[in-house]
């Protein structure tokens, strides 16, 4: 079982950065990537930003592009989602997920086999 747990989440104005922080433990000696999805109300959970844990690589909805950064600490086994010139659309609970092994893509939620609790981000305008 792998746990993760979500902070940095809260309220800012339109234009502000925020910084997100999931924290995986347990058994996470072979972890393949970790990612984040975000689902605000009515609305199915998107994905936002995914990094594979060996090589770092990043991907991004296209959404998000140019204004997020998600990035890793592996000794910490910590994922980071970096969100600057945050707007109204922005506003969803955000959720950090794992993928213990790789699955053929990072933009699915069937990839991903852990789930944190999620944080809310709200963007006032």
């Known amino acids: 079982q792998v746990q993760l747990v979500e902070s940095g989440g809260g309220l800012v104005q339109a234009g502000a950065p925020l910084r997100l922080s999931c924290a995986a433990s347990?058994?996470?000696?072979?972890?393949?990537?970790m990612g984040w999805f975000r689902q605000a109300p009515g609305k199915e959970r998107e994905f936002v930003a995914a990094?594979?844990?060996?090589?770092?690589?990043?991907y991004y909805a296209d959404s998000v592009k140019g204004r997020f950064s998600i990035s890793r600490d592996n000794a910490k086994n910590t994922v980071y989602l970096q969100m600057n010139s945050l707007k109204p659309e922005d506003t969803a609970v955000y959720y950090c997920?794992?993928?213990?092994?790789?699955?053929?893509?990072?933009?699915?939620?069937?990839?991903?086999?852990?789930w944190g609790q999620g944080t809310q981000v709200t963007v006032s305008s």
């Open positions: 347990g058994r996470t000696f072979s972890t393949y990537a």
């Open positions: 990094i594979s844990w060996s090589g770092g690589r990043t």
């Open positions: 997920a794992y993928q213990q092994y790789y699955s053929g893509s990072y933009y699915q939620k069937i990839d991903y086999d852990y």
